[in-house]
């Protein structure tokens, strides 16, 4: 697994904002990719009046709603960035792009995501008859991706994140619906929650999900805002919950994607990310920088422990978990 990458995704930018291109110059010179505009993919989920709407607001600096701002260059970045999780989903690589997409519905741009990057590859999977295993563990819930799969079973869509939290979204109780029902699954950890909770948690479930579901192809949104040290959560993950994570899907699943989502202190971030791919690329022997691994609280993990027990209960012992 390696980065894709382009210097478009530096263009969408506005004061003040933790969404900002800096998190990817923190990377430092990487090479650029050749990605096509993903503008077409985009009726895969939208229709034509909601991407009109963002178009037309890309025409100028706003702001969607207290989060989410466009620039002149937003739409054009946002259909790369498309572009970009396309390319990663045909080649097992990670997409390093922004804007991030997991907050977008099918009808609404919210939480700094004007497109749903990742969903809109899922779904193109779908159409070549491929069963996906989405993973988001960005440590906000992604209520995007939850909304445009909520009714389907050929999208499994598991998030791990801090509750409460922003958008509010994402307890155990939302379970999906129609054909859909059970395969949606929320982990919510409280506040505090460490590696141990997530590593442990994930480590549980990932081989449950090979056996019963059986998937063609991982995607990952990636997003890094749990990690001790982002300003926006107060989660205490470290690298080693990402490099973990990574080993388990490689020794798990021969198809696996990435797309970023958050991550807000710009120096962690790349650590974070190359952690993971390390984990992807068993290349434990790269890893240049180590953090001890953090333990949660004892309140935190009887809070979690029993927010599990009311997760199997929700499901009806559909998954073995
Ligand atoms: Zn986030």
């Not at 990605?35 to 890309?58: F, P, Q, V």
Request: charge should be negative; include cysteine; glycine fraction near 6%.
């Amino acid at each position: 697994m390696h980065l894709i990458y382009n210097k478009i995704f530096l263009e969408h930018k506005a004061d003040k904002h933790p969404e900002r291109p800096e998190r990817l110059l923190a990377f430092g010179e990487l090479e650029q990719s050749e990605i096509e505009n993903g503008e077409k993919y985009l009726k895969l989920i939208y229709d034509d009046s909601h991407i009109e709407k963002i178009k037309n607001a890309s025409k100028n600096e706003t702001n969607l709603d207290a989060d989410t701002y466009t620039n002149e260059k937003s739409y054009e970045v946002a259909c790369y960035a498309v572009g970009a999780a396309i390319k990663a989903a045909k080649e097992n690589n990670f997409a390093l792009c922004r804007p991030p997409g997991h907050h977008a519905t099918s009808n609404k741009a919210m939480g700094f995501c004007l497109f749903n990057n990742i969903a809109i590859a899922c779904k193109w999977l779908n159409e070549r008859g491929k069963k996906v295993f989405l993973l988001d563990w960005d440590s906000h819930h992604g209520n995007g991706s939850q909304d445009i799969f909520y009714n389907t079973d050929k999208v499994l869509y598991v998030s791990v994140h801090q509750f409460p939290a922003y958008p509010g979204t994402g307890w155990v109780n939302e379970v999906g619906e129609g054909k859909g029902k059970y395969f949606t699954i929320n982990i919510p950890m409280p506040p505090y929650s460490s590696d141990d909770i997530f590593i442990d948690t994930l480590s549980k479930i990932i081989p449950i999900i090979k056996q019963q579901y059986k998937p063609d192809v991982v995607a990952v949104s990636a997003g890094f805002d749990g990690h001790k040290d982002d300003p926006l959560l107060q989660l205490n993950l470290t690298t080693n919950s990402y490099y973990e994570v990574g080993k388990m899907l490689s020794s798990n699943f021969k198809n696996i994607f990435a797309c970023l989502e958050g991550g807000y202190n710009i120096e962690v971030l790349p650590r974070c990310v190359s952690a993971f791919m390390m984990g992807v690329n068993s290349e434990k022997s790269k890893l240049e920088f180590k953090e001890p691994r953090t333990t949660s609280a004892a309140n935190v993990q009887r809070e979690f422990d029993s927010r599990m027990q009311n997760l199997r209960l929700s499901h009806d012992g559909y998954w073995n978990l």
